[in-house]
């Protein structure tokens, strides 16, 4: 079972000789690696250079933003599970093997999620993250998450929603795995842990500089769900709702209790 994996890439040089080594030292026998990079000026190029001769596709040009650059990459891959790395997170080893395994042992599965850690600059892990079990209404209230660097999923899923909306420069991962849920038949939820999620000083979740943006983005989720705008007694089944996120995934209520929040990390 050929898996591609697409990484964007954009002045993330510390961290991404790291990504890229996750997913080549990955002991599935059929990985299609694609990196895309719109134009990084820190260095990042040359390492990408260092490993062209390992590297399916190298995709050096212009973009509109991380939806694009990625939608990009997935236009010219060819395997029938598709996964995307971010060039600050890692694969963890072995977890492509394990995934296929997955898919072969049920056929019928269109988009697998697992956990993945969070780590921080120097790669130490400081905490783990749980994907929580898909709920149309529970995420509307923004209760629940799903891990991206433990997601997979199958190449006609993901061409049946269009791929990344090029115009979600906040959340195009987050858009995405909603609209793969309303649409998958056969969702597979695995407890293992599969990659780790990066969060430092400047990085868009560790900064929480896009609060502002991402509020806004979480109302237009909402409204697209629910059909209606946020109306102030909303609130209280925010509320409802985030309770029972901690009633249905108790333990990542304990480690938010044990180590505080992802953002924190």
Known sequence: MKVSIVTISYNQAPFLEQAIASVLDQDHPDIEYIVVD????DGS???????????????????????????????QATGALFFFLNSDDTLLPGAVSRVAA?????PQT????????????????????????FDARLFAYSGGIICQQGVFFRADLFASVGGFNPDN??????????DLMLKA??????????????VYGDSITGSNRMQQKYRAYER????????????????????FYRVLKHMRNPRALL?????GSISAA
Not at 38 to 41: A, C, E, I, L, R
Not at 53 to 58: D, F, G, K, V
Not at 222 to 239: H, K, Y
Request: zero cysteines; glycine letters at 8%; aromatic letters at 16%.
């Open 110 to 133: 269109d988009i697998l999620m697992g956990h993945t850690f969070i780590i921080d600059a120097q790669g130490r892990t400081v905490r783990r993250a749980y994907t929580d079990k």
């Open 220 to 239: 237009a989720r909402f409204a697209r769900i629910m059909g209606r705008s946020w109306r102030t007694t909303d609130w209280l089944f925010w509320l």
């Open 255 to 259: 480690e938010r209790l044990r180590r």
């Open 185 to 198: 038949r056969y969702p597979l939820y695995v407890e293992d842990f599969l990659g780790a999620f990066r």
């Open 38 to 41: 719109p134009g990084s000026t």
């Open 102 to 106: 997955h898919f072969a042992a049920r």
């Open 45 to 75: 190029r040359d390492i990408i250079e260092r490993y062209r001769h390992r590297i399916s596709r190298i995709i050096f040009e212009p973009d509109k933003g991380a939806a694009d650059g990625l939608n990009k990459g997935f236009a």
């Open 169 to 178: 420069s906040i959340a195009w991962d987050a858009e995405l795995f909603h």
